[in-house]
Nanobody
């Protein structure tokens, strides 16, 4: 059974940095699409960054490009999200999600594309 566990959230001031971690276990396939989703209060959950674990190809939502970096450590089944120059609008619950296979450019940000989800970690950015 696949399990995902996020960590690393917290409260920072605008311009600060945080690094989120997602520990994965129970993977049975060799390749997964791993995506970080963000959900602000009262809003839908949207993908902000993703990675194909097989190829290492990464995907970013426009608003986080050049500020966020998604990476992986395949040896330890970890996916990370380095977030720099954080803004108040980056606040929300961050979830790690996974789907067997590849990320697709047209659908990687869609919540319904993912089978496995973590419990989330809260990020709060104050101005």
């Amino acid at each position: 059974q696949v399990q995902l566990q996020e960590s690393g959230g917290g409260s920072v001031q605008s311009g600060g940095s945080l690094k989120l971690s997602c520990a994965a276990s129970g993977f049975t396939y060799s390749k997964y699409c791993m995506v970080w989703f963000r959900q602000a209060p009262g809003k839908e959950r949207d993908g902000v960054a993703g990675i194909n674990t097989g190829s290492g190809r990464t995907y970013y939502y426009d608003s986080v490009k050049d500020r966020f970096t998604v990476s992986q450590d395949n040896n330890n089944n970890m996916v990370y999200l380095q977030m720099n120059n954080l803004k108040p609008e980056d606040s929300g619950m961050y979830y790690c999600a996974a789907a067997a296979g590849f990320c697709y450019s047209g659908s990687w940000r869609r919540e319904d594309a993912y089978t496995y989800w973590g419990q989330g970690t809260q990020v709060t950015v104050s101005s």
